[in-house]
């Protein structure tokens, strides 16, 4: 761990390279002239696995012509021209700024696709949050307007899957962004006691986290304080007004990291009792873990994702529990994902929660060498909830485990 969180390793001209022909190869097996990639302002923002820099834009990659990065603000463009903008070296030289909406249709028809069959990322999703896409309708409208003889092709899903399995230098990221996860977890144990309020913890996560050169995405940190925890959010505080809580003694204080890396993520999902846990957390913890262990034996080249989703799910629901968060996930981007919700019928006061549907497992594929997995095993009895869990490789030999701190229940004094 020491020795990966003294480097820090970038992408070289080669792995663009090496993205640029498996996208190629995309547009080609999926009959596309060209490919529109966009960041915006969504989670995964997949214009930066093209550009290497997200500039809350999309980018356009045509089959035959250089890429063009367009963005909606000029200072993204002039950035590039003083002195610290030239200090690097830039993918895409085509950058252009203005209206997305106007933009497209002008770079298309430049390209000659104003007639052709484009492929679409960001117009569905998959992530958490995104369910509905995040391409705005009022810029999506002005495009289909003005190009109402082009073939425009939703290719989200099949798109996330391409890069799904990293490369060594990807990998490289990973090992990274989970080592400066598992030091930001430690920080975490060590700031958290009884009288403290949640925001220094908080504040000592980030802190952790972007002192290591690393970033978060939205929403930046989960955490939850208390003897009960019916909910994955992120606190309350950040919006509402009137301060954190004070942790107390007896608390489970939870949080769920993200670490991400040169646009690679990673999460922990760490728990810390103040004092020692009650019988109740203590049996959560051990079904947590046995997820855990049961999620990291499905792991291996060729099985499928839900298999392992079924695998964690038989130990949560076999001992009674239910899980309120998804048991594993893809990263980078998230394009597969557990079922949420599951078994919770077993909530107390049920009918309380009218408005309450369970979200089934998003997508399935076969897992590949290389992929970025997060296992997240969250054992939910009555109204108590544990949450344990780190990131892994799929490896030739099965799961290469990126994090220890966080896959058990810890406690402090």
């Not at 890069?163 to 090992?175: N, V």
């Amino acid at each position: 761990m020491t020795a990966v969180i003294n480097t820090l390793p970038t992408l070289s001209i080669a792995e663009r390279d090496r993205r640029w022909s498996l996208v190629r190869d995309f547009l080609r097996e999926h009959d596309l002239d060209c490919l529109l990639a966009a960041g915006l302002r969504g989670r995964e923002r997949y214009e930066g696995y093209l550009a290497n820099e997200v500039l809350d834009g999309i980018v356009v990659f045509s089959a035959t012509a250089p890429p063009v990065h367009l963005t909606w603000a000029p200072t993204k463009v002039t950035g590039r021209f003083d002195v610290v903008g030239q200090e690097r070296e830039y993918w895409i030289s085509d950058l252009r700024s203005g209206s997305l909406g106007a933009l497209l249709p002008e770079v298309l028809t430049e390209l000659g696709h104003a007639r052709g069959r484009v492929g679409v990322v960001g117009l569905a999703s998959n992530g958490p949050a995104e369910a509905d896409g995040i391409v705005p309708q009022a810029m999506w409208t002005q495009v289909v307007q003005h190009l109402p003889q082009a073939d425009f092709q939703d290719v989200s899903f099949d798109f996330g899957l391409l890069m799904l399995p990293k490369s060594e230098e990807e990998l490289a990221l990973a090992r990274y962004g989970a080592a400066v996860g598992e030091k930001a977890c430690q920080a975490m144990l060590d700031v958290t006691r009884a009288g403290v309020p949640e925001a220094e913890i908080y504040a000592t996560v980030l802190h952790t986290i972007y002192r290591n050169a690393a970033a978060t995405v939205p929403p930046h940190l989960i955490m939850r304080t208390g003897t009960e925890h019916f909910t994955i959010s992120a606190p309350p505080w950040l919006y509402t007004a009137g301060g954190s809580r004070t942790v107390q003694p007896g608390d489970l204080v939870q949080a769920e990291i993200f670490s991400v890396y040169g646009g690679i993520e990673t999460q922990q999902q760490m728990s810390v009792s103040v004092g020692p846990p009650d019988r109740e957390h203590a049996f959560l913890a051990e079904i947590a873990r046995d997820c855990y262990d049961a999620g990291l034996a499905a792991i291996r080249p060729g099985a499928r994702f839900a298999d392992v989703d079924e695998a964690m799910q038989e130990v949560v629901l076999g001992a009674g529990c239910w899980h309120i968060a998804p048991l594993v996930q893809t990263m980078t981007p998230i394009v597969l994902n557990g079922a949420m919700c599951h078994g919770c019928e077993q909530l107390p006061d049920r009918d309380r929660y009218h408005g309450l549907r369970p979200l089934p497992r998003t997508g399935d594929a076969e897992l590949r060498e290389g992929m970025v997995i997060e296992l997240e095993p969250n054992a939910c009895r009555d109204r108590r909830r544990v949450t344990v869990g780190g990131t892994v490789l799929v490896t030739a030999n099965g799961a290469e485990e990126l994090n220890s701190l966080p896959t058990r229940l810890n406690t402090v004094a």
